[in-house]
Every structure is written in structure tokens, then in C-alpha cells.
């Protein structure tokens, strides 16, 4: 099986002040072909930064993305322009991810207009299509971001994703801003998705119990380092690392806080890393 | 048994020059014991941002409020400026204090107006309070501005702003949705701890069954501008009685994995609430009967301090 | 292949196959409807823009109007034939007031237009990339906003010859700056937007960003300024005309016809009062369409 993508010591640094903060120190890892590999951390870990590197929207200050064998940083821009075509990506806020003046259907045919010769009827079918797949009837093509709800605007940012047939979908934070009911929806088309197309997914999200329904494989961030990576089961039923048991203990829904705990004062991380 | 808050028929409708365009929230009842904790759970636009706001006896413009909202023995006054005895905390820590202002400065207003009390008794006051939420440091917290903190440590200091109120009911808005899983958690815990400490009684509003179940007593699911089910917090997590309730447990991916699909509640919430009848439920129920859009289901007790509004109910 | 979960109707009430949007006309009435001020303001503008264009016809005395003397009617009061009264040379107030809408409003559009797009491009590219470029914009802009507004474009004038067409050019170099600072601002904040972020991960070129996504999306602040704007300038090229920098006697020109009757403004008041109050008029109808336009243009005015 082939690494689709594979990161080598990415390490991404950032002047802050006088000093130079390290947003992503030192990552390396590789996704093979047709599975979800989810990257899972608190706020600050890194893992938001880290896939903007892999993408090149930001150039990492050191190490390498290989994209289907090409290395990223090596590609001039208009060769980089047309990778990008073979890339999709999902955003956090789905109506914040739509441009609010462009229609459904104008904002899915933006990517097929740049990087194919579709148009006219052609386009449209494919539009169509596109919006069909992700359960959308084409009749909102016509309509405005604002007037669809959240879950309607997510669908449409994977119909958007899509659009070129990508190889490789990265998936930031794709249902935090959802509700429970909608989430599901959306959960169960993106594993529906993967399956029949054999999409390859990079996941991130600070939700385990997301990360943990559709990866294959996980790693674990904080501050800017994998502290932890393998296997989805695994990670999650024997975790090794002292941080991944900390985050599985604080997860939601595992029951009433021990007494224990309640009269120790809790530890508090200094300013700013919150 | 005390109750903190009692809320009955509660109604919130929106008007826009004299025409009524809304009615989000339908005819709630729910009260808060002294020391407990009670859960509002719901999906977005299901009324229970309304329903605190409401409590509190402040609403957005346009909005009115029928029914009644009473705080221990004293019926709701509808002001500006909420009564004495609620306090409550929002979501996002980092907006809810003015960065201009230190927020040592920022907790002695609210002090102020709470208490005749002298400059430094208010300040050692408010240190005070400060390590009670348990901030390392309090002076230095003191001292600084908002953007010089992290989010966990902001909104451990809205929870002492709160507690300077004295209040009997605390109410809590999303209080972790903006922070981090570990730090969530020690907030819950601390929520827990205090409540027990002064005895006071909390609404706790969330979309997250997770923290819900964590901590809550007991818990009230909303569902289009009524409460649908509630009892105490296990036994409805457990073994929920309505199919919302159900179909919401269901749909968490918590536990499973891909190869299991999960149980999507299929449809969506109804727009328009005032042309409703029946069940408002119906439209998206599996186990839904032609009764169901005639008769709207009331709120029928099926067990010790629990109730299910339902017209399946018992046949489930 | 089946589709998850078909939504079937869309959220929100109304009927099936409900438009996705208003008709402009329809969106115009209903604000205009609602919002006194701009019915008034939309008004005035209406009434400025029917003089200027049929202003010869609408004239009582279109000659006078364009400068033709008549020795026998002198700084008569306003009357049954000469409503607003007339001027030191016997024209008729009116037909001069209703013929300079013509010049005043031709070259306020002219002035904007220009200063709008030398100033839009220059600002969304530098706020946009950033950089250098940005820097080197800034400081171009920082060295004409330093000058009082009239100064820069007095010293113009003064070079070129006093004229109308001088008076615009003058003018349209004073005020592009504000245009490329206003658009700058808007596409630094614009660029941080989760869509443009998508469209940059979707390979589009940058200029079709710059186009498509950040400035379509400040069209309504640029509107609203470029509506307001043409009040302003219609005021900015009063007062050349007023200290004798822009049109020349004969023609008409409220500004000028203002500095005519100030001599005479305790004895023959109409001369420079009536002028005065057009002026004002429409810069206040400019200021009233603008300030409503902001909630007309606003995406989200289209009903779910």
C-alpha cells in the first residue's frame, strides 16, 4: 500500500516577540492509501498548524510533505496550484467556509472551473451530481449560504471538496460546530464517502470520540510533538502515554467526577497555553 | 425541599411591530432544589439559551416572557439588570470581560454594587474569592488583564464574579464549549465542589451530553420550546423514555467504530413553531401514530421525579 | 449509489421552491419602505439627477442659466416670474441653481469613479499579499493624507489653470487615497476568512481570490463611502469654485454662485442662500442613500 502523503520532520516555528514560538517541533508521519489517519490534541498542540504545513498553506520553516511522491516545498507555484486539485479540504465552521455572496452551486463549481475544462451543461451536471452524493437536493444550488443550516453548509463544503476528485481529504475540526443529530449525519456521509470512493483522510479534531469512530490510525499532540501514535484501538483501549490517558480520562460522558479529585486543587497550565 | 427556581408555563415570544413571529420557547416547567444541580440539555434552537435568560429576567429586544418565573420565594421582576439572587456564567470567557480593565477592577464593580463594603475589605473580598475558584496566585490574577490569561483560568474568574453575588441560583451557559477537554473537566469539578460548599442551586445549559451526565443531578431534555423528558441523570441516560432523547444517545459516536453506523435522527428540527400541532417531534419519530399530530403531549410523570412527554410512552 | 440521510425540505418556513432571492427592485422598495430617511434621501437624488440631465429643458430661462445677462432685471426679489428671485446681472436664480446641477453632479461621479478605481486595485493587492507592497502603499497614502483635503487639490488647481475639469482632476488625485487605505483594511481582514483560506487550498489563483472572494465581499463599505463621497465632493468642488478655483464666471456652478452673492447677502440675500441650500440638499440626500445602503447591501436582507 502507498504512503499518499508522508511528513518528515516538520518543524514550524513562528517570531513571537524576541523570542520564536515552536507551533510544530520536529512531526514526522506517513498515511497510507484509503485510511483515516486522525491527528487528535488540545488547543495549542499544534495539530491545526501542522496540517496547513502538510497542505503548504503555510511553508514549514524545516522538513519535507511528500504528496504522491512529489515534495510540496520543492514545486514552483503554478505546479503546486495544480497538485492542490488532488487535495480537499473541510473546514471547522461550515457557513463561515462559504463565501456569503456566492451561491451553493457557484461555490462548488469554483474548484472545477480552475482546474478542469467542464462548463456550461457539463458543469452543471457535475454540480448536480456532486450535491446529490453528499445528500443535497440540486435545487439549493441556487441558494446563499446563510440561508441553509449548519449542516446543510458542511455538506456542501464536502460536495465542494470533492469537486476534483481529490486523493487525499483533510478534515479540520469538521463537526465541532454541529449538534449531536447533525454530527451523525455528517459522520456516517463521511464514512460512506470514504468507503466507496477509497478516499484517503486526514483527520483532526480535539473530539476523541469522533477522532475515534473513523480513524485507522492516530497520533496523539501536544505541544507540537506526537507523543503518541499507532493504531485507533489501540491508542484508545491501551494507551501508553501519560498525556493520552490524562485526555482520555477528561473526555465527556465517562460518569461523575471522583470525590477524590474534587477536594485536590486541580492543576492549573500557566497563562497562555489554554 | 426548597426550590431556588421554579418556572411554570414559561413562554418566550418574538414580536416585530405588534405581529407575533416566534415562539421558541413553549410552556416550560422545571425547578432547581437548593444544592442540586440540574441539567438543560438540547440542540441548537431548542430554547434553553431563551429559557436561562429568561430566569435571569433578561431577554433580547423583542422578546416577551409569559408565565411564571419565581426565585426561591420572590416572583421574577423583569429589569435591565438581573436580580441579586441569580448569577450567571456564559460561554466565552475571553469576551465576557472588558480588556481595558484589570480584573480586579472588573470584579470590585460588580462587588460594589452588590455590597456596602470598603475598598479594602472588597479587595480582600474578591482575593478571596479568587483562590476559592482555585486560582494560584489570586493576587497576581488581581492585578492582571484578561488577554494575560488562559481561558481556563477566565472562567474560573466568571465563576467568582459570580459567587460575589451571593447568588442562590447559578446559571451556567455552555460553560466549557470554548475550553479544552482536561480543562473542562477541572471546571466541572469545581462546579461540583462549590455547589456543595454554599449549598446554592445550578442550571447548567449545554448540547453536550457528555458533561451533562458527568456532573449533573438530574437533567431536563428541550426539544422545540418544551421539555421533553426529565429524571435524574443516569436513569434518562440509561434508559431514555422519549424517542428524541434515545435517538440523541444513539446518535454519539462515544464507543463505536467505523463499520457501525451511527443512528442519525433523519430530518430536522421544525421552523416554524407557532403553526405547530401535535407532537413537534412527529415529523422525524419512528414510532410516531396519527395521534401524534393532533394531540400535543403533555408532561406525564412515569416515575419518581421523572416525566416523559410522550403519547408512546409506556408502550415503548 | 444512495445518498445518506436525504434532506428533503429546506429549513425555514415559506413556500416549496421559495426564491433565493429578492428581486433588487422589490429589496429597494422594502427598505425604502421601512427607512424614512433613505425614502428622503433617494428623493432629493432623484430630483438632482432629473435636473442634471434635463436641466435645459426643465429651465425657466435656460440662457441666463448658462450665463446670458439681462441688464433690466437686477437683484430682483424673488416673484411671480423669477421664483427664486435674480442675480447682480438679472439672471434667474433658479435656471442658474437648476443648470449647475448638471456640472456639479457630472464631475462628483467623475471624481469618485476615478479616485475609486486608481485607489480600489492598489489597496486589495497590497492588503491582501502584504509585505513590502503593503509598506510601500502606506506610505504613499500617509504622504496625500498628510495634506489638509482643499490644499492638495488648491495647489493642483493653481498649477493646471483654474477650470471644472481641472478642479476634478485635482480633487480625484486628493481622494484616492482613501479608497486604497479603506479597501486595504478590509482585505487584510478578509483574508483571514475561513473561505478564502478554502479557495487558497483549492489551487485558485490569487487574483481570482482577490477578485472573487475579498472584493466582492467589500463592495458594501466601498458603496456606501463612494455614495456618500459624491455629497462630499459635490461640497469640495462648491468651495473651489467659491475662492475662484474651479468653474469660471459665466457658467453655472452653485459653489461660485454662493461667492457671487456673498457681497450682496444682507441686501439680495436669494442670490447666495438658494445656491447655499442645493448645495446642502444634496449632500445631506447623498448622506441619507448611503448610511441605508450599507442595510440593502447586505447579503443576508435575502429572506431564508
Redesign the interface.
Known amino acids: 500500500m502507498t504512503n499518499v502523503l508522508t511528513l518528515e520532520k516538520i518543524v514550524k516555528t513562528f517570531p513571537h516577540h524576541r523570542r520564536v514560538f515552536t507551533a510544530v517541533d520536529d512531526v514526522s508521519l506517513s498515511i497510507k492509501e484509503g485510511t483515516?489517519y486522525g491527528l487528535v490534541g488540545?488547543?495549542g498542540s499544534g495539530k491545526s498548524t501542522l496540517a496547513r504545513c502538510a497542505?503548504q498553506?503555510m511553508r514549514p520553516t524545516s522538513g519535507r510533505a511528500i504528496f504522491e511522491g512529489h515534495d510540496l516545498g520543492k514545486l514552483g507555484p503554478k505546479a503546486?496550484?495544480?497538485?492542490?486539485?488532488r487535495?480537499?479540504?473541510v473546514?471547522?465552521?461550515p457557513v463561515?467556509?462559504?463565501?456569503?455572496?456566492?451561491?451553493i452551486g457557484a461555490s462548488v463549481a469554483?474548484?472545477l472551473l480552475?482546474?478542469t475544462a467542464l462548463k456550461g451543461q457539463a458543469l452543471q451536471t457535475r454540480i448536480n451530481n456532486l450535491l446529490?452524493?453528499?445528500?443535497?437536493?440540486a435545487?439549493?444550488a441556487?441558494?446563499?449560504p446563510?440561508?441553509?443550516?449548519?449542516?446543510?453548509c458542511q455538506?456542501v463544503?464536502i460536495a465542494?471538496a470533492l469537486a476534483?476528485s481529490p486523493r487525499l481529504l483533510?478534515l479540520d475540526e469538521p463537526t465541532s460546530a454541529l449538534?449531536?443529530?447533525?454530527?451523525?449525519?455528517i459522520?456516517?456521509?463521511l464514512?460512506?464517502l470514504q468507503q466507496?470512493k477509497g478516499l484517503t483522510y486526514l483527520l483532526i479534531s480535539?473530539d476523541?470520540?469522533?477522532v475515534?469512530?473513523?480513524?485507522?490510525e492516530v497520533a496523539v499532540m501536544k505541544t507540537g510533538k506526537i507523543v503518541e501514535s499507532g493504531p485507533?484501538?489501540r491508542i484508545f483501549t491501551d494507551p501508553q502515554h501519560d498525556y493520552t490517558r490524562?485526555?482520555l480520562?477528561?473526555?465527556?460522558?465517562?460518569?461523575?467526577?471522583e470525590l477524590a479529585?474534587?477536594?485536590a486543587?486541580?492543576t492549573?497550565?500557566?497563562?497562555?497555553?489554554? | 425541599m426548597t426550590h431556588v427556581l421554579s418556572i411554570r408555563d414559561l413562554n418566550v415570544e418574538f414580536t416585530d411591530r405588534g405581529k407575533l413571529t416566534n415562539r421558541p420557547v413553549r410552556g416550560i416547567d422545571l425547578d432547581v432544589s437548593a444544592g442540586e444541580i440540574l441539567g438543560l440539555v438540547g440542540e441548537t434552537g431548542c430554547g434553553k439559551s431563551l429559557t436561562g435568560l429568561a430566569a435571569l429576567g433578561i431577554l433580547p429586544r423583542g422578546a416577551r416572557r409569559t408565565g411564571q418565573v419565581t426565585i426561591g420565594n420572590d416572583p421574577l421582576q423583569d429589569s435591565s439588570e438581573p436580580g441579586g439572587s441569580v448569577a450567571i456564567v456564559f460561554q466565552n470567557p475571553g469576551t465576557a470581560f472588558n480588556p481595558v480593565f484589570t480584573l480586579g477592577r472588573q470584579l470590585s464593580d460588580v462587588l460594589a454594587r452588590h455590597r456596602q463594603i470598603s475598598r479594602a475589605e472588597g479587595k480582600a473580598e474578591i482575593i478571596r474569592h479568587l483562590s476559592l475558584v482555585g486560582l494560584p496566585d489570586p493576587e497576581r490574577v488581581y492585578r492582571s488583564y484578561p488577554h494575560q490569561l488562559s481561558g481556563g483560568m477566565l472562567q474560573r474568574a466568571m465563576i467568582a464574579m459570580a459567587l460575589l453575588r451571593q447568588p442562590r441560583l447559578l446559571i451556567l451557559d455552555e460553560p466549557t464549549t470554548a475550553l479544552d477537554v482536561t480543562v473542562a473537566r477541572q471546571i466541572l469539578v469545581l462546579i461540583d465542589e462549590l455547589r456543595h460548599k454554599f449549598g446554592f442551586g445550578v442550571l447548567l445549559i449545554s448540547h453536550n451530553l457528555g458533561i451533562i451526565r458527568d456532573v449533573c443531578d438530574r437533567v431536563a431534555v428541550l426539544y422545540a420550546g418544551r421539555v421533553i423528558e426529565t429524571g435524574p441523570v443516569e436513569a434518562v441516560m440509561n434508559n431514555p423514555r422519549h424517542p428524541y432523547t434515545r435517538g440523541l444517545l444513539d446518535a454519539l459516536p462515544a464507543g463505536r467504530t467505523h463499520g457501525q453506523r451511527l443512528n442519525a435522527i433523519s430530518g430536522t428540527v421544525p421552523g416554524n413553531l407557532l403553526s405547530l400541532t401535535g407532537c413537534a417531534f412527529r415529523n422525524r419519530c419512528s414510532h410516531a401514530v396519527t395521534d401524534c399530530s393532533l394531540t400535543d403531549p403533555l408532561l406525564t410523570e412515569t416515575g419518581p421525579h421523572q416525566a416523559v412527554a410522550c403519547l408512546q410512552e409506556g408502550e415503548l | 449509489m444512495s445518498p445518506t440521510t436525504q434532506i428533503s425540505a429546506p429549513t425555514g418556513s415559506g413556500p416549496a421552491g421559495e426564491q433565493a432571492t429578492l428581486k433588487p427592485i422589490k429589496l429597494l422598495k422594502q427598505t425604502l419602505g421601512r427607512d424614512r430617511l433613505a425614502a428622503v434621501g433617494a428623493m432629493i437624488i432623484v430630483l438632482v439627477v432629473i435636473l442634471a440631465v434635463f436641466g435645459q429643458w426643465l429651465a425657466p430661462f435656460p440662457d441666463q442659466g448658462m450665463g446670458a445677462t439681462n441688464a433690466s432685471a437686477r437683484n430682483l426679489a424673488p416673484n411671480a416670474l423669477n421664483w427664486l428671485g435674480t442675480d447682480q446681472l438679472g439672471r434667474d436664480v433658479l435656471s442658474r441653481i437648476i443648470m449647475g446641477a448638471n456640472p456639479a453632479l457630472t464631475i462628483s461621479a467623475v471624481v469618485v469613479a476615478a479616485a475609486a478605481l486608481i485607489g480600489i486595485p492598489l489597496g486589495a493587492v497590497a492588503g491582501y499579499r502584504g509585505g513590502w507592497l503593503d509598506e510601500a502603499l502606506m506610505r504613499v497614502t500617509e504622504i496625500f493624507q498628510a495634506f489638509p483635503p482643499l490644499l492638495l487639490a488648491m495647489v493642483t488647481v493653481a498649477i493646471l489653470g483654474p477650470s471644472l475639469t481641472n478642479a476634478g482632476i485635482a480633487l480625484a488625485i486628493s481622494w484616492w487615497p482613501w479608497y486604497a487605505r479603506l479597501v486595504r483594511a478590509e482585505a487584510k481582514s478578509l483574508r483571514e476568512r475561513s473561505y478564502v483560506e478554502a479557495a487558497r487550498a483549492m489551487g485558485i489563483p490569487q487574483l481570482l481570490i482577490i477578485s472573487r472572494h475579498v472584493l466582492r465581499n467589500c463592495m458594501t463599505p466601498i458603496l456606501v463611502q463612494a455614495t456618500v463621497d459624491i455629497g462630499t465632493v459635490i461640497l469640495a468642488a462648491g468651495s473651489l469654485a467659491f475662492i475662484g478655483l474651479g468653474t469660471q464666471p459665466p457658467l453655472p456652478d452653485w459653489g461660485l454662485m454662493v461667492a457671487e452673492g456673498r457681497g450682496l447677502i444682507f441686501s439680495s440675500w436669494w442670490i447666495a442662500t438658494f445656491p447655499g441650500l442645493a448645495i446642502f440638499l444634496a449632500v445631506l440626500g447623498f448622506n441619507l442613500l448611503g448610511d441605508s445602503l450599507r442595510d440593502l447591501l447586505d447579503p443576508r436582507q435575502v429572506k431564508r
Not at chain 1, 446563510?146 to 446543510?152: C, D, F
Not at chain 1, 473526555?251 to 467526577?257: D, L
Open positions: 483515516v488540545e488547543s497542505m498553506l503546486l496550484r495544480t497538485i492542490r486539485s487535495m480537499g479540504i473546514l471547522q465552521n463561515a467556509s462559504l463565501n456569503p455572496r456566492m451561491t469554483e474548484p480552475a482546474h446529490d452524493e453528499v445528500g443535497l437536493g435545487g439549493h441556487h441558494r446563499l446563510h440561508q441553509l443550516s449548519g449542516g446543510q455538506r463544503g465542494r476534483t483533510i449538534d449531536v443529530s447533525v454530527q451523525a449525519q459522520l456516517n456521509l464514512q460512506d466507496q480535539h476523541l470520540d469522533v475515534r469512530y473513523l480513524s485507522d485507533a484501538e490524562r485526555l480520562e477528561a473526555a465527556p460522558g465517562r460518569g461523575r467526577p479529585d474534587s477536594h486543587l486541580p492549573l497550565t500557566t497563562q497562555g497555553s489554554d
